[in-house]
């Protein structure tokens, strides 16, 4: 069946299926799971705050927590399962790549999650305004792909490329990235952007800002 994963403000972790017939919709984590689950046991007394979600694979999901500043995994089969994945669960945002609890983030919502065919963890780090690359494994790796930490709008090769608070994300079938700017910094953002992995981007909408005026 087609199944849309989805999250809520008060921190649950809803399963839509749209498998034939009306929509159904299911509560895959509960409100308080996360809490219960993963905060509280690393000393965070704050609500969770779920703020970005993709599909890994048959088995889980991977959920970006905004709360804690880390990657969740959400086990597809098992209601009310959640684990640490990757990045330093604190309250206290950061921006460090590396191995395991040298990962840090800084998340606001919303954070855009996309997963490849290889696994790789596409991570719009929307805080630090970059975009990161996560390999899971024993130990989770991390390493920014392009920003550059602060907000801007330089364009050309991804070493040299700025963002402004990617919010959203989308994958072409040729392989290209497309990501949403909304531009809290002020210094860019409100754009509609191109990335090729490991070569330049190029934006594709500059008008977008208009387009986003609107619709806000």
Do not use: M
Not at 63 to 72: C, E, I, R
Not at 153 to 175: F, K, Q
Request: aromatic share 6%; with cysteine; glycine share 14%.
């Amino acid at each position: 069946s087609e199944t849309l994963y989805w999250i809520k403000s008060d921190g649950s972790i809803h399963a839509l299926d749209l498998g034939g017939g009306p929509p159904v919709d299911s509560v895959l984590v509960a409100p308080g799971v996360i809490e219960s689950s993963v905060l509280l046991p690393a000393g965070l007394s704050v609500q969770a705050g779920p703020a970005g979600i993709a599909v890994f694979d048959d088995q889980f999901l991977i959920v970006a927590d905004s709360s804690s500043n880390s990657l969740l995994s959400v086990r597809r089969d098992l209601p009310d399962t959640v684990a640490p994945l990757a990045g330093l669960l604190s309250t206290v945002p950061g921006y460090s790549d590396g191995a395991g609890g040298a990962i840090r983030f800084n998340f606001s919502a919303p954070v855009p999650l996309l997963v490849d065919a290889f696994g790789f963890v596409y991570v719009g780090d929307s805080g630090n305004h970059v975009l990161r690359r996560v390999e899971l494994g024993a130990i989770p790796e991390s390493v920014t792909l392009t920003g550059s930490g602060a907000p801007g709008d330089n364009s050309g090769p991804l070493t040299v490329t700025e963002l402004d608070t990617p919010s959203g994300r989308a994958a072409s079938c040729t392989g290209e990235l497309y990501l949403v700017e909304a531009g809290v910094g002020g210094l860019g953002g409100h754009r509609l952007v191109s990335l090729a992995i490991g070569a330049e981007w190029q934006e594709v909408a500059d008008t977008f800002e208009a387009a986003w005026t609107q619709a806000r």
